[in-house]
């Protein structure tokens, strides 16, 4: 784990969108953690999910609509509120933070491609953590990523991050649907490139998030396209960062095979 010097942390919206003092705590949380670990020579790229689950929270809209105009509203109404809490969860520890949103055809345009990466070096560079989101706001069904676990691993590729970690309300990989069987068996260390996501069922949701398990090894086989090693934890263990980078077997770890 020392030797991992630049991670991309994705934080689900299962951990951050129960309420908004609830949602606050866990940020802090973690910024706290976060901010110790970059002391020890590292820097941290943030991916969050969340701003939609936000907006219902402000509008006290219990269950996610489908529709697309009014999921962009909800973005852009909690957008402001979910890095309002980055913020000021940072600013405790008197670290400044960078509000950074992408589309895809930020990924898929070179000329824009290249000037995120850019930017988001240059942030790092000035001791400032980026805060990642998709722009929901302009987003549309046809360009979304689906999922900011697809976008953290795009991230991972963007940056050339040694360590992806996705936090969610999930333990880690099993050798079959824990929701279902309850003698599923918790994977500790896997090669990604020995799992084939077709062979694996559990697309389970949350009700706050996009994407289930199946999402995470589609975003943990992207991120190993460029020599990325992942973890996959869940964000509910006290101190989950620490004792990752402690060496505690938290999660699945999935190694890639050679850049």
Same mark, same amino acid.
């Given at each position: 784990m020392q030797n991992f010097k630049k991670i991309?942390?994705? !934080? $689900? +919206?299962s951990l951050i969108s129960e309420n908004k003092s609830l949602s606050y705590k866990r940020i802090k949380e973690l910024s706290e953690q976060v901010v110790k670990i970059i002391k020890t020579d590292k820097e941290f790229i943030i991916v969050t999910s969340g701003a939609i689950s936000q907006g219902q929270n402000l509008l006290n809209i219990k269950n996610k609509?489908?529709?697309?105009d009014l999921l962009q509203a909800l973005a852009a109404i909690g957008q402001q509120q979910l890095m309002g809490m980055y913020e @000021?969860?940072?600013? @405790?520890?008197?670290?400044?933070?960078?509000?950074?949103?992408?589309?895809?055809?930020?990924? @898929?345009n070179a000329?824009?491609?290249?000037?995120? &990466?850019?930017?988001? /070096?240059?942030i790092l560079k000035l001791g400032v953590i980026p805060i990642i989101n998709e722009n929901d706001v302009v987003a549309t069904d046809e360009?979304?990523?689906?999922d900011n676990d697809t976008l953290a691993a795009m991230v991972a590729n963007l940056v050339g991050a040694d360590l992806m970690i996705i936090l969610t309300d999930q333990n880690g990989f099993f050798d079959k649907n824990p929701d279902l069987n309850k003698d599923a068996t918790l994977?500790? &260390?896997?090669? !990604?490139?020995? !799992? /084939?996501?077709?062979?694996?069922? +559990? @697309?389970?949701?949350? &009700?706050? $998030?996009?994407g289930g398990f199946t999402t995470k090894i589609k975003a943990v086989k992207i991120a190993a396209k460029s020599g990325t090693t992942s973890i996959v934890?869940?964000?509910y263990i006290k101190d989950v960062l620490k004792k990752i980078f402690d060496g505690e077997e938290i999660g699945t770890i999935f190694l890639p095979n050679k850049k």
């Amino acid at each position: 784990m020392q030797n991992f010097k630049k991670i991309v942390l994705k !934080i $689900g +919206s299962s951990l951050i969108s129960e309420n908004k003092s609830l949602s606050y705590k866990r940020i802090k949380e973690l910024s706290e953690q976060v901010v110790k670990i970059i002391k020890t020579d590292k820097e941290f790229i943030i991916v969050t999910s969340g701003a939609i689950s936000q907006g219902q929270n402000l509008l006290n809209i219990k269950n996610k609509p489908k529709d697309l105009d009014l999921l962009q509203a909800l973005a852009a109404i909690g957008q402001q509120q979910l890095m309002g809490m980055y913020e @000021n969860s940072f600013s @405790n520890f008197d670290v400044l933070t960078a509000q950074v949103l992408l589309t895809h055809d930020d990924m @898929n345009n070179a000329d824009r491609y290249l000037n995120a &990466k850019a930017t988001i /070096e240059k942030i790092l560079k000035l001791g400032v953590i980026p805060i990642i989101n998709e722009n929901d706001v302009v987003a549309t069904d046809e360009i979304k990523f689906g999922d900011n676990d697809t976008l953290a691993a795009m991230v991972a590729n963007l940056v050339g991050a040694d360590l992806m970690i996705i936090l969610t309300d999930q333990n880690g990989f099993f050798d079959k649907n824990p929701d279902l069987n309850k003698d599923a068996t918790l994977i500790k &260390k896997c090669n !990604i490139a020995e !799992i /084939e996501v077709s062979d694996y069922d +559990s @697309n389970s949701k949350s &009700k706050f $998030g996009t994407g289930g398990f199946t999402t995470k090894i589609k975003a943990v086989k992207i991120a190993a396209k460029s020599g990325t090693t992942s973890i996959v934890a869940s964000g509910y263990i006290k101190d989950v960062l620490k004792k990752i980078f402690d060496g505690e077997e938290i999660g699945t770890i999935f190694l890639p095979n050679k850049k």
